[in-house]
């Protein structure tokens, strides 16, 4: 949260959802121009750990740093030379892969011939001692970023070439030593990992889609002959998808505003969940058991909210939602089209008092 004045967000943790919020990290006392900003944030299975990195004056260099979520205590350790760095914790909390830079000899450089590289950082060693799991010498120019499955049995490494939306996949189980194998090579297609039952793993991909489908590859069986569709592409961009209570929640662009339907993991549409009003969805948190899933909403008269919705009882309840000191019930928001000179139908939002 922020009060207004803040220039930097507060991270706060609540005792229960109805719970009263509690300072768990300020960036602000820690600059006196106040710079510093809270990045990354990635949390242990139990939560009892947060993995958080920091940027200072808008760099894109980070270091990460480790806090206990019960205490409110950082630990010593410190982790450097991390640019958008992605953190994959390990079933037993006990440490977490990361990816990082080679250290450069001048940080201000462009850096171009940094090497990506994936470490494995054990709790409480220095950043000296953590294991080199993965690089790739030939290519500078590819980057690195882990992720582990909610079950904990793969690492996943995502590879991207600058802003190119296209990535690749590497994969190997998580306990394992062995080498990692390429399941999507990059530069072809977007392909966001969703979620896994097993060796069933699904993807959001815009390949052969331009507006999005959901596919299923099974890691033991990769070839893309046993490649099933499950979500297929259809009018409306699929903007996000998540894996959450054994459902595809999907986030569609619709008109210039964002819908959510729900789907089963056979790709039957189920549901849509009904929102406030027209306007702008993001995806915060869910797991794939549990029917419980956080999303956030705004539009051009509705404040940024938190919800919860409930995927069993189709109930959904805002969470701390912000207080307004004027009556939205006022005003209204109305969609109309506009058609241009080549037939295009051009959708518009007039908001205004009733």
């Avoid at 600059?31 to 947060?50: N, V």
């Avoid at 392909?191 to 060796?199: I, R, V």
């Avoid at 998808?241 to 790709?267: D, R």
Wanted: charged share 20%; net charge negative; aromatic share 14%.
């Amino acid at each position: 949260k922020n009060d207004g004045l803040q220039d930097q967000d507060v991270l706060y943790k609540l005792d229960g959802l109805l719970g009263e919020p509690t300072i768990l990290l300020d960036p602000n006392p820690l600059s006196e121009d106040g710079t510093i900003a809270l990045m990354q944030q990635s949390y242990s299975e139990d939560g009892s750990l947060l993995a958080y990195s920091l940027a200072e004056s808008g760099s894109d260099w980070q270091e990460i740093f480790v806090l206990n979520t019960d205490s409110g205590k950082t630990s010593k350790e410190s982790l450097k030379w991390c640019k958008f760095p992605g953190i994959a914790w390990v079933k037993d909390n006990n440490g977490f892969f990361y990816n990082r830079l080679t250290e450069p000899q001048y940080v201000w450089d462009d850096n171009t011939d940094l090497l990506s590289q994936i470490f494995w950082h054990k709790l409480g060693t220095f950043q000296s001692d953590d294991t080199l799991i993965y690089q790739n010498p030939d290519d500078p120019g590819l980057r690195y970023f882990p992720l582990a499955t909610e079950d904990k049995k793969y690492l996943l490494l995502y590879t991207s070439r600058g802003t190119d939306r296209r990535n690749g996949i590497l994969y190997r189980a998580m306990d394992g030593n062995e080498e990692f194998k390429t399941l999507v090579q990059d530069g072809e297609a977007k392909f966001w990992y969703l979620g896994n039952q097993g060796c069933i793993f699904y993807f959001l991909s815009d390949l052969n889609a331009p507006l999005g489908r959901v596919i299923a590859v099974d890691v033991d069986n990769p070839d893309r002959r046993n490649w099933k569709e499950i979500i297929s592409e259809g009018e409306d961009t699929l903007a996000e998808v998540a894996l959450w209570g054994n459902h595809f929640v999907v986030v569609t662009f619709h008109h210039a505003y964002n819908q959510i339907l729900i789907y089963n993991l056979e790709g039957s549409f189920l549901k849509e969940i009904s929102l406030p009003t027209m306007g702008t969805v993001a995806l915060l948190e869910g797991h794939q058991d549990d029917h419980d899933i956080f999303f956030s909403f705004e539009s051009f008269l509705y404040p940024r909210t938190i919800f919860l919705y409930d995927l069993e009882t189709g109930t959904l309840t805002p969470i701390q939602p912000p207080i307004l000191d004027f009556n939205t019930a006022d005003y209204q928001t109305v969609q109309v089209f506009y058609q241009s000179q080549d037939g295009t139908r051009v959708p518009m939002f007039l908001t205004h008092n009733k």
